[in-house]
């Protein structure tokens, strides 16, 4: 990840060019509307991170929050990451069909997804996604990873 040095998201924010920003802003927009109660939105790694907060769940293999998802501007790209669709194959396959259906490109590493403008991916499904995982139910999904 390409990481900023600002400590709040509004700095961060403020640090990306007009076009940058506008493109991030409206991808966050959309995240924080859809997103379950009980995750924060913070400035962790560099970049705008959704996350359990440790309060809720001190018990992480790394000491930071629960990351869920993260939103940044790199270099040449902007990217998405959604750690659920990563951590779960039904929920990759449903968004792999639906940027298919919605005739978009899907341009994914492992929790991430890169993108150059808002209208890159298909907002409708990140809503979805981003919906469908309530804290409680990714701290369930964290330790039974843990497990294994």
């Known amino acids: 990840m390409a990481q900023r040095k600002a400590a709040t998201v509004t700095e961060y924010l403020q640090s990306l060019p007009d076009d940058r920003r506008k493109e991030i802003s409206t991808v966050r927009s959309v995240i924080k509307k859809h997103l379950p109660k009980g995750y924060q939105e913070a400035m962790d790694w560099g970049v705008i991170t959704y996350q359990v907060p440790l309060k809720n769940y001190p018990d992480t293999y ?18 998405l ?23 978009k490109k899907l341009d994914m590493g492992k929790s991430c997804i890169h993108f150059k403008a808002a209208e890159d991916l298909p907002l409708s499904v990140i809503a979805t996604v ?8 990714w701290i369930a999904a964290a330790n039974a990873a843990r497990k294994r």
């Open 81 to 103: 990451y959604l750690m659920r669709p990563y951590a779960d194959p039904a929920q990759l396959k449903f968004l792999k069909e639906s940027f298919a259906k919605a005739g």
């Open 62 to 79: 790394n000491g930071k929050p629960l990351c869920y998802a993260a939103l940044a501007a790199q270099k040449n790209y902007n990217t």
């Open 130 to 137: 981003i919906a469908s995982t309530p804290p409680d139910q």
